[in-house]
């Protein structure tokens, strides 16, 4: 089934250790976003790929990187984690042409403590 | 770039009641206007869009409203439910750009 799949679901952490949110799609969209979203709070955009080796920084200052190998797949790696950063990260695709919808992923909450 | 903005943050209803969303932006040249609802715990989920070559489009209880010469975007809800109850999100975006949110507006529908 065509979906936008986030691992792992749920993590708590240390400060200090690094950490990479898995992102994949089976849809076949070109751009991929990810947002910080705190419950039920405004999305932030911090990062966002129109297709494979283009990544760019959304409007939301990051202390996050995030790669674009291959189209499927978009991983968000913290290399430093701080209690900050604890919030709900989503990702999210969309096809590149089409004035379409973007979907959204389950989410990973995160917990630094 | 584009500016989202959304009225009101908390919205609450009686069952029964409409309710409405108003979202304005500042880009002309955005061209397609979703909206998404979250329910507590889950992603955004589409609920309805609308193309900038459309004034108003309707689905069952649910319909949106686009005024471009005003640059203001609205969602109506009629016969609200408890259902209902969610964050709901506008936003705007062009043709091969990235999407622009408005905050959120927190809706409760009282039974």
């Known amino acids: 089934e065509a979906d936008i799949y986030q691992t792992p679901r749920y993590l708590v952490i240390g400060t200090g250790k690094k950490i990479t949110l898995e992102c994949s799609q089976t849809?076949?969209?070109?751009?991929m976003y990810w947002y910080q979203q705190d419950p039920g709070m405004e999305l932030h955009l911090i990062h966002y790929?129109?297709?494979?080796?283009?990544?760019e920084k959304g409007d939301l200052s990051s202390e996050s990187t995030v790669s674009r190998i291959r189209t499927e797949h978009f991983p968000l790696t913290l290399e430093s984690a701080r209690p900050s950063h604890t919030s709900q990260y989503l990702c999210?695709?969309?096809?590149?042409?089409?004035?379409?919808?973007?979907?959204f992923g389950q989410g990973t909450r995160l917990t630094v403590v | 770039g584009e500016n989202v903005e959304q009225h009101p943050s908390t919205l609450s209803v009686q069952e029964g009641d409409s309710a409405v969303i108003k979202c304005t932006y500042s880009?002309?040249?955005?061209?397609?206007f979703p909206w998404y609802k979250q329910e507590l715990g889950k992603r955004p989920q589409l609920i309805i869009d609308?193309?900038?070559?459309?004034g108003e489009k309707k689905d069952q209880r649910i319909a949106v409203t686009l005024n471009k010469t005003a640059k203001h975007f609205s969602l109506h809800i009629t016969e609200t439910q408890p259902e209902d109850s969610a964050v709901y999100f506008c936003?705007?975006?062009?043709?091969?750009?990235?999407?622009?949110f408005g905050t959120g507006t927190s809706l409760t529908v009282i039974p």
């Open positions: 609308i193309r900038s070559n459309v």
């Open positions: 849809m076949g969209h070109d751009k």
């Open positions: 790929s129109y297709g494979v080796n283009s990544t």
């Open positions: 936003a705007a975006s062009k043709t091969g750009n990235q999407f622009y």
């Open positions: 880009d002309s040249a955005s061209n397609y």
């Open positions: 999210a695709s969309s096809p590149f042409t089409v004035n379409t919808e973007a979907f």
